[in-house]
């Protein structure tokens, strides 16, 4: 380490400012201070962290001008590996966003929220408690012996992993699609215990630990001590010791959701992507990355092998890697079969086969899984004389009724207010239309329920807030705001599950949560209602997700038993719930490049959406306008095959007007710098004060 100037990018989060910026480095920080290492260095009037992206002996800055940083970092260790460095830069640039709020992601937990001054004074350090991660239902540690179908994937695995970097012709990647139960978890730990063997280290990642507390039960139950776990309900001193104990090599596997893609694991040799189509890896703040895509990154560097799993994989996905595939599961039973039925007829409700299906389900003592992709009571309220329409006062959009919370919530702002008794107009006849799964529930309860011996539970983002899932359940609630994913209680989910799996027969009832990962032997029945919903969302993605839904629910059901799946629908003949209801995921695939690539959507193209959002809506068209013209005049698209489209007009969101540009690019690289240089012209133009922009590339 040497070099008596730092190159230090501080951690501010403002657009404007572009660093990094030149510190002289005191002779007894120059010895420890290497690319990395994290500063507290004078800023402005501020002290604040920043981290040494480079070193060099001279700078541009008069000698006179340098300052000099304050101290170094005390958190432990002080220093992030250079390659999360390079990683925070490329992220910066791949998402339009800086330098600063991509180091953000990578720092270790809750430095960035630190008050910088308060780092100085060291602190003692305390023994913290590992976390419990209770394993459900773990399988024993022996490993199984392989299917031939997960031997076969596994060879070609661990040939990958054990060529050497200058042999290899590309970066080792592959799409491991394998049919719900086919045992894809199984060949995610054996890859693991092969880079484990070489003295390298492993990320896998899961959409959600709440919901799918199996899998990290199962990498505990195999690696122990190695294993460590990185997820938002850990404590904050929890979070630090896990990220430590990476950081030193003590643990050289690393399970989490999308954040853990930064793990500082430092000879990484594998990293998988579990239930690779979830729109959970996707990241809604800036920077808007996709751990999908970081993960790849972070492969390629380290020339790591990339694994990503599915049984209903992207067409992305498809198209870009070799496939392994494992077309059979693993106890050797066929996938149940799926009934469509056409509810043209009816207008809301249970089908008599669905009421049917479930009753014998009831007289069976077995259980039932029903899907309703729609939370709350009614989906929104009238006046039945004036036609007024509840809706929420900062969006545009109806207001849901949640009948125990007493409550009309707004499901974007979390704007709540009370359930009306009348109407301005003086009336008291009020409808509820539609019914989420709150009604639901409530409806099988009466219809079905038989207490302990039949209990109707209840999973969706409400139920885990409150505690009001359960059968007995009702009291109390609240409402999700619109960040609940965030919210989601691992202990609340783990209890609901195991509610469900311990009672000897029942139904659960949910959003799409009650689709992902859960290994139930005993259930016979899948519901999936309304499954136009997500069809009928103005999305590109619109059909993958429904697709992936259906086919997520059938796989949940008649593990170790008979079984079948109903889908409720209004278009029977859409070709998602075709190829669903006959688990043709081949098909679907094929199908849905050849449409993406007529319309030229992604993977033929990249999407960069651009949203302008103020106050008044004439500021906003302004903003986006002026991007537009700027994108126009500056970067000649058609040059780079992008064309622009909008300004269009979104709905109103917490009170602020939105406006939204579309590009589709051929060229992604100089699109997004295009992008860049157009918002960044735009945002620091006169005129615009009040506008915020949002860049997101590759939005979901
Ligand atoms: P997937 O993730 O593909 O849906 P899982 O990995 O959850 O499937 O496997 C389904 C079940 O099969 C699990 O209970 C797992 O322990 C079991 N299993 C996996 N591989 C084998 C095997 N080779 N022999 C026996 N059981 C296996
Ligand atoms: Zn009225
Ligand atoms: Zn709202």
């Known amino acids: 380490m040497s070099g008596a100037i730092a190159q230090v990018e501080p951690?501010?989060?403002?657009?404007?400012?572009?660093?990094?910026?030149?510190?002289?480095?005191?002779?007894?920080?120059?010895?420890?201070?290497?690319?990395?290492?994290?500063?507290?260095?004078?800023?402005?009037?501020?002290?604040?962290?920043?981290?040494?992206?480079?070193?060099?002996?001279?700078?541009?800055?008069?000698?006179?001008?340098?300052?000099?940083?304050?101290?170094?970092?005390?958190?432990?260790?002080?220093?992030?590996?250079?390659?999360?460095?390079?990683?925070?830069?490329?992220?910066?640039?791949?998402?339009?966003?800086?330098?600063?709020?991509?180091?953000?992601?990578?720092?270790?937990?809750?430095?960035?929220?630190?008050?910088?001054?308060?780092?100085?004074?060291?602190?003692?350090?305390?023994?913290?408690?590992?976390?419990?991660?209770?394993?459900?239902?773990?399988?024993?540690?022996?490993?199984?012996?392989?299917?031939?179908?997960q031997r076969s994937a596994l060879e070609e695995l661990c040939a990958l992993l054990c060529e050497p970097r200058e042999a290899a012709s590309e970066p080792p990647r592959r799409l491991l699609h394998g049919i719900t139960g086919s045992g894809k978890t199984e060949v995610y730990l054996r890859a693991a215990a092969c880079v484990l063997e070489q003295g390298r280290g492993a990320i896998v990642l899961v959409p959600e630990i709440a919901l799918t507390p199996q899998i990290v039960g199962r990498f505990i139950a195999r690696f122990g001590e190695t294993v460590a776990v990185l997820h938002s309900r850990l404590t904050p001193a929890q979070r630090r010791e896990e990220w430590r104990r990476l950081r030193s090599g003590q643990a050289r596997v690393c399970v989490g959701p999308r954040s853990a893609v930064f793990a500082p694991i430092e000879r990484l040799g594998l990293i998988v992507v579990d239930e690779e189509h979830d729109s959970s890896y996707k990241h809604e703040g800036d920077p808007r990355y996709d751990a999908r895509d970081v993960a790849a990154w972070r492969a390629e560097q380290q020339h790591a092998l990339l694994l990503l799993g599915s049984a209903t994989p992207r067409p992305e996905s498809r198209r870009a890697l070799t496939r392994l595939h494992l077309p059979n599961r693993v106890d050797g039973r066929r996938l149940p079969p799926v009934r469509v039925l056409d509810m043209c007829d009816q207008v809301d409700g249970l089908h008599p086969e669905t009421v049917q299906a479930l009753a014998d389900v009831r007289r069976a003592r077995a259980k039932a899984i029903v899907l309703l992709n729609r939370r709350g009571w009614s989906n929104f309220l009238s006046c039945r004389s004036c036609g007024t329409v509840w809706g929420c006062p900062l969006c545009d959009v109806a207001l849901v009724l949640h009948r125990a919370a007493d409550l009309l919530a707004c499901h974007h702002c979390g704007h709540r207010e009370r359930i009306p008794a009348r109407c301005r107009c003086g009336s008291t006849a009020l409808a509820r239309h539609g019914a989420g799964t709150e009604r639901l529930q409530h409806e099988l309860t009466a219809a079905l329920g038989d207490g302990e011996r039949f209990?109707?539970?209840?999973?969706?983002?409400?139920?885990?807030?409150?505690?009001?899932?359960?059968?007995?359940?009702?009291?109390?609630?609240?409402?999700?705001?619109?960040?609940?994913?965030?919210?989601?209680?691992?202990?609340?989910?783990?209890?609901?599950?195991?509610?469900?799996?311990?009672?000897?027969?029942?139904?659960?009832?949910?959003?799409?949560?009650?689709?992902?990962?859960?290994?139930?032997?005993?259930?016979?029945?899948?519901?999936?209602?309304?499954?136009?919903?997500?069809?009928?969302?103005?999305?590109?993605?619109?059909?993958?997700?429904?697709?992936?839904?259906?086919?997520?629910?059938?796989?949940?059901?008649?593990?170790?038993?008979?079984?079948?799946?109903?889908?409720?629908?209004?278009?029977?003949?859409?070709?998602?719930?075709?190829?669903?209801?006959?688990?043709?995921?081949?098909?679907?695939?094929?199908?849905?490049?050849?449409?993406?690539?007529?319309?030229?959507?992604?993977?033929?193209?990249?999407?960069?959406?651009?949203?302008?959002?103020?106050v008044d809506a004439p500021r906003a068209h302004v903003a986006a306008s002026a991007i537009r013209d700027h994108l126009g005049a500056a970067s000649a698209p058609s040059a780079m095959g992008a064309t622009v489209l909008g300004p269009a007009t979104l709905f109103r969101l917490r009170g602020r007007e939105r406006r939204m540009l579309l590009v589709k690019a051929e060229d992604r690289r100089a699109a997004v710098a295009a992008v860049g240089a157009a918002v960044q012209h735009v945002a620091c133009a006169r005129g615009h004060a009040g506008v915020s922009f949002s860049v997101d590339v590759d939005p979901q």
Request: with cysteine.
């Open 11 to 149: 951690l501010t989060s403002a657009r404007a400012l572009r660093g990094p910026f030149d510190y002289r480095l005191p002779d007894d920080l120059r010895a420890e201070v290497g690319v990395g290492s994290m500063l507290v260095v004078p800023f402005g009037r501020r002290e604040v962290l920043g981290v040494v992206v480079g070193l060099s002996e001279h700078s541009e800055v008069a000698e006179e001008k340098l300052l000099a940083p304050l101290h170094a970092f005390d958190g432990c260790p002080p220093t992030l590996p250079i390659e999360l460095v390079a990683l925070a830069e490329w992220i910066a640039d791949e998402y339009c966003s800086t330098f600063a709020r991509a180091l953000r992601l990578v720092l270790p937990p809750g430095a960035s929220t630190a008050r910088a001054t308060r780092l100085g004074a060291p602190r003692r350090r305390r023994s913290v408690a590992r976390p419990q991660h209770l394993p459900v239902g773990a399988a024993a540690a022996a490993p199984p012996p392989l299917t031939d179908d």
């Open 455 to 614: 209990p109707i539970f209840r999973l969706d983002a409400d139920t885990l807030l409150t505690g009001a899932g359960g059968p007995a359940g009702g009291a109390g609630a609240k409402v999700a705001g619109e960040d609940r994913r965030q919210r989601v209680s691992s202990d609340r989910v783990g209890e609901l599950l195991r509610g469900f799996q311990e009672a000897p027969a029942g139904v659960l009832i949910g959003t799409q949560m009650v689709a992902k990962g859960h290994d139930f032997p005993d259930v016979r029945l899948g519901v999936v209602l309304d499954a136009d919903a997500t069809l009928r969302f103005p999305d590109f993605r619109a059909e993958e997700r429904t697709f992936a839904l259906i086919a997520q629910l059938a796989g949940r059901v008649g593990r170790g038993g008979e079984g079948h799946v109903l889908v409720q629908t209004i278009a029977p003949q859409a070709r998602a719930i075709v190829h669903a209801a006959q688990h043709d995921s081949e098909g679907f695939l094929e199908g849905e490049l050849q449409r993406r690539e007529a319309l030229n959507y992604p993977p033929f193209a990249h999407l960069i959406r651009i949203i302008c959002s103020a």
